[in-house]
Nanobody, 124 residues
Framework: QVQLVESGGGLVQAGGSLRLSCVASGRIFSAYGMGWFRQAPGKEREFVAAISRGGGISSYADSLMGRFTISRDNAKNTLYLQMNSMKPEDTGVYHC?????????????????WGQGTQVTVSA
C-alpha cells in the first residue's frame, strides 16, 4: 500500500481559498488513481473529487459547482485540491485516498489506502 499524508487545512472565512496537499510514499505514485473525500461531524464520508493516474481525467461532486480543482504532480508524488469560494458547508476533515489502477472513483470502498485527514473549517 501507499502511505498518504495530507496538509494545508485550516480556518478560512467564507469566500476564501485553501489548497490541500497529499504526499504519497512507499509505492509508485503514478500507478494510482487518486481521490479526495470529506467528512463533516455526524455525517458520512462523501466524495469530493477524483483524478486518473496520469492526471488527464478528473471528476467532481456535482454540489461543488466548479469551485474546487483536483490536480497532481507525479514527479513530486503529490496530489492537490484547490478550493475557492469556500462555504461553511465545506467544513470537515478532508482525506486523500489511493486506488491501484488508471482512474479514481466516487466510491470509498474502491480505495486501498487513506490518509489521516486534514481539518478544514469555513466560518460564516
Amino acid at each position: 500500500q501507499v502511505q498518504l499524508v495530507e496538509s494545508g487545512g485550516g480556518l478560512v472565512q467564507a469566500g476564501g481559498s485553501l489548497r490541500l496537499s497529499c504526499v504519497a510514499s512507499g509505492r509508485i505514485f503514478s500507478a494510482y488513481g487518486m481521490g479526495w473525500f470529506r467528512q463533516a461531524p455526524g455525517k458520512e464520508r462523501e466524495f469530493v473529487a477524483a483524478i486518473s493516474r496520469g492526471g488527464g481525467i478528473s471528476s467532481y461532486a456535482d454540489s461543488l459547482m466548479g469551485r474546487f480543482t483536483i490536480s497532481r504532480d507525479n514527479a513530486k508524488n503529490t496530489l492537490y485540491l484547490q478550493m475557492n469560494s469556500m462555504k461553511p458547508e465545506d467544513t470537515g476533515v478532508y482525506h486523500c485516498a489511493a486506488r491501484a489502477g488508471d482512474y479514481g472513483s466516487r466510491s470509498t470502498s474502491d480505495y486501498d489506502s487513506w490518509g489521516q485527514g486534514t481539518q478544514v473549517t469555513v466560518s460564516a
